[in-house]
């Protein structure tokens, strides 16, 4: 049964990427694909492997040979990582990958999610589609995820703020590996909050503000804080957005709900005297199925609206 579900999430996934522009996605997704407990990114030659328990381990074990048949010739694999117990097959170190012809390095043994967020691989399309010609402010930048597929795209600058110099080191280095042009890309080492904040006293503007911060709620008695976080952050990101320019947000919580997100854009908006028109309202990339029966597995919200 673990060969046959194994092979049959492979395939869903390759029926759709092209592997020679896109070689890091999302194998195995738990619940959405019937393989509750693991999950498995796939980063060029590399498997990182996750389980949410010792006894999802177990249950599984012993998994990587059975990873490996069922990968076959169609997807070669180097190296195995289980994040779970750092135990590897292989050296895993730092990778170049490839997202729809987007280089991007990968740091497997160290970085968050392995230095880029999967889940959001559309979304960055999305925004790079809209980007020529704007200035693209990426808040809780990580390594540039957004910020690259925007410059490439045509942005006229693009500004990425991440707390973690390590994270703003790498989101430099992307820019560089796609031979982007630096003069147009600036870097900030700061709390998006303190960032926002002072950017309002000096009267910046963007055209497109993008809000990617990491979990408010993690937990369901953090929903209330989560709710005061998320209205704060986006009454001061909608200050910063230019009259008729865009603001995408996000929140990767399962446990706030949609309506209470879409709201919460729309108060702080309303909040900082302006008006947040919703135009979509998106979830993770195609990898990340979602089981009916699972409904927690529809963590990722990525909102898009036009600031008045």
Not at 82 to 103: C, F, H, P
Not at 255 to 262: E, P, Q, V, W
Request: aromatic fraction near 10%; proline fraction near 5%; include cysteine.
């Amino acid at each position: 049964m673990l060969a046959e579900r194994l092979r049959a999430a492979l395939d869903r996934r390759l029926e759709r990427l092209d592997l020679s522009r896109t070689n890091v996605f999302r194998w195995v997704h738990g619940e959405g694909d019937l393989l509750p407990g693991v999950h498995v990114d796939i980063y060029a030659d590399t498997a990182v492997a996750r389980f949410d328990s010792d006894g999802a381990g177990a249950f599984y074990d012993p998994f990587e040979p059975r990873l490996r048949v069922a990968a076959g010739p169609r997807l070669p694999i180097r190296a195995v990582l289980d994040r779970s117990s750092r135990k590897t097959g292989a050296k895993a170190d730092e990778r170049e990958v490839l997202e729809n012809g987007v280089r991007f390095v990968v740091d497997l043994a160290h970085g968050q999610k392995g230095g880029l967020f999967i889940d959001q691989r559309e979304n960055r399309v999305r925004v790079a589609g809209r980007a020529r010609g704007k200035s693209v402010l990426n808040l809780f930048g990580y390594t540039g995820g957004f910020a690259v597929h925007a410059a490439l795209a045509g942005a006229l600058s693009t500004d990425t703020v991440d707390l973690a110099r390590p994270a703003i080191e790498a989101a430099r280095r992307n820019f560089e590996l796609n031979d982007l042009p630096m003069g147009r890309a600036r870097f900030h080492v700061l709390d998006a909050f303190a960032f926002l904040a002072a950017a309002i006293d000096r009267g910046d503007r963007w055209d497109i503000v993008i809000s990617d911060p990491p979990s408010f709620a993690p937990r369901k008695d953090a929903v209330p804080a989560a709710r005061q976080a998320y209205q704060r952050l986006h009454k001061l990101a909608s200050a910063v957005t230019a009259p008729g320019g865009l603001l995408c947000a996000s929140s990767c919580s399962s446990h706030f709900g949609k309506d209470d997100f879409l709201a919460s854009i729309e108060d702080g908006a309303r909040q900082a005297g302006r008006q947040w028109e919703f135009e979509a309202l998106y979830g993770a990339a195609f990898d990340h199925p979602v089981l009916p029966a699972f409904p927690e597995g529809d963590y990722l919200k990525f909102a898009i609206g036009r600031v008045r």
